[in-house]
């Protein structure tokens, strides 16, 4: 039998995202107002997450898109400084780590994925995970979530899942996993949930 573990979504859950101020530093390097600009990567976004670009078309294209007057570094760092750390979150799962496996689930691009795992201590706790860009299929469909149970052996069961987005959490449910529906507003009513499950596991 697997044993419990835990699996989280990354954003919007462990971190928080913004791109309000890359709109508004792209803009600055750019003849594409503020408002707009993000909307220059509706095309390549999901394409991107979803592995069909790796990092260095998705940047060569989104400084084409918007006449980026500055270098590839810039770009790269405009793209990735919108995070930031879900401190109760860290607290939470600080307090598990060790106890039981964990591992991510997420929808995110090479970039993304690099920058969050250097930059924050929350990921400290995690073993390993899936990701879209590598997965080359994206939640909420089925595919990487059975691609997840493969990876890590996981029996649903016994596996608590965490995500922000409702149909995420409806193909986990269906699934068979423990599951939780998250926002930072909710946070205490997670650590109730997680408690309650660490309890019906057996994990001290
Ligand atoms: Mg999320």
Not at 25 to 33: D, G, I, M, S, V
Not at 114 to 137: K, L, M, N, P
Not at 142 to 152: G, Y
Request: net charge negative; with cysteine; hydrophobic share 40%.
């Amino acid at each position: 039998m697997s044993a419990p573990t835990f699996v989280s979504d990354v954003g919007k859950v462990l971190i928080d995202f913004d791109f309000a101020p890359a709109a508004r530093r792209l803009a600055e390097k750019c003849p594409h107002p503020e408002e707009i600009v993000l909307a220059l990567f509706d095309g390549i976004k999901v394409p991107y997450e979803n592995g069909q670009m790796d990092d260095q078309e998705f940047v060569r294209e989104g400084m084409r898109l918007t006449s980026f007057a500055g270098t590839a570094e810039e770009f790269i760092t405009i793209w990735c400084e919108i995070f930031s750390e879900n401190l109760l979150m860290k607290k939470s799962l600080t307090a598990i780590a060790g106890k039981v496996p964990m591992y991510l689930l997420s929808n995110t691009s090479g970039l993304h994925k690099d920058y969050f795992w250097r930059t924050y201590g929350i990921f400290e706790c995690f073993a390993d995970g899936v990701y879209s860009h590598q997965a080359r299929c994206s939640k909420p469909g089925e595919e990487i979530f059975r691609l997840t149970i493969e990876k890590f052996g996981l029996d649903p069961l016994r596996t608590f899942y965490v995500d922000d987005l409702m149909p995420n959490i409806e193909t986990a449910s269906r699934l068979g996993f423990r599951t939780f529906h998250y926002s930072f507003a909710k946070h205490s009513e997670f650590e109730q949930a997680l408690a309650e499950w660490r309890v019906e596991q057996g994990i001290g």
